[in-house]
């Protein structure tokens, strides 16, 4: 029986492209010094700025902060790592969610299941996002990469997750969109539901216990 369930954030909670490329397009006009330059960045992230969305092998999609730095870097020859990570973090994103989440996390906090998220995004950012949709009080536990515990696909995040939920690692699901998510997951001893609110399609998924179109489908799921 499931007793906890532990959800990615972005692609799993947020729809992916709805909530993150208004925020890449900013961001790559607002370090770019022309339309060439924007053109090569937004590439090595792997964002297309003529259609707005990430392709599905995008490396930042599963990745934190601190990997999509790395990656732009290069092109950003008057950027220190530390303060274009900070930029990256401080810029305002408006997250679109995957469904009604106030509905769906009351029922299963109803049904006695205790609730963590872990992303690859920073904590404080979680945190943030999560209490500007008024959902963050359903979570028992709110992980990021920078919490001190990895990041996944490491197993280790989530097993933190699981001591603080106060349940065994059999006992949890881990909800995500990335083969980062099922992964991690999969090596922490927990079952692993994919949903496709990410950039993954259901063949990518597939090596989780199941795939479902979106996390509105978890109760009759369960």
Not at 156 to 163: G, I, R, S, W
Not at 165 to 177: E, H, K, N, P, Y
Not at 194 to 221: F, M, N, R
Request: a negative charge; one cysteine or more; proline letters at 5%.
């Amino acid at each position: 029986m499931t007793q906890a369930i532990i959800f990615d954030k972005d692609g799993t909670l947020f729809s992916f492209n709805k909530t993150w490329a208004p925020w890449c397009t900013a961001l790559m006009r607002d370090l770019t010094r022309d339309e060439g330059h924007a053109r090569a960045l937004s590439g090595c992230v792997g964002f297309d700025l003529d259609t707005g969305l990430y392709a599905t092998n995008s490396p930042v999609i599963a990745g934190t902060p601190d990997d999509s730095a790395d990656l732009m870097l290069p092109l950003l020859p008057d950027w220190d790592r530390t303060e274009l990570i900070a930029h990256m973090l401080s810029r305002p994103v408006t997250p679109a969610p995957a469904t009604e989440l106030n509905a769906l996390l009351t029922l299963l906090g109803a049904r006695g299941i205790k609730l963590a998220v872990m992303t690859n995004d920073s904590e404080g950012a979680a945190r943030e996002q999560l209490t500007a949709l008024d959902v963050a009080h359903h979570f028992d536990a709110i992980i990021g990469y920078d919490s001190g515990h990895g990041a996944k696909p490491d197993a280790a995040p989530l097993l933190a997750c699981a001591t603080m939920l106060g349940t065994s690692a059999a006992q949890c699901l881990m909800v995500g969109d990335s083969l980062h998510d099922i992964h991690a997951g999969q090596a922490a001893g927990m079952r692993t539901l994919g949903v496709l609110t990410g950039i993954a399609g259901a063949e990518i998924l597939s090596v989780a216990d199941s795939v479902l179109p979106d996390i509105s489908h978890l109760p009759d799921w369960l």
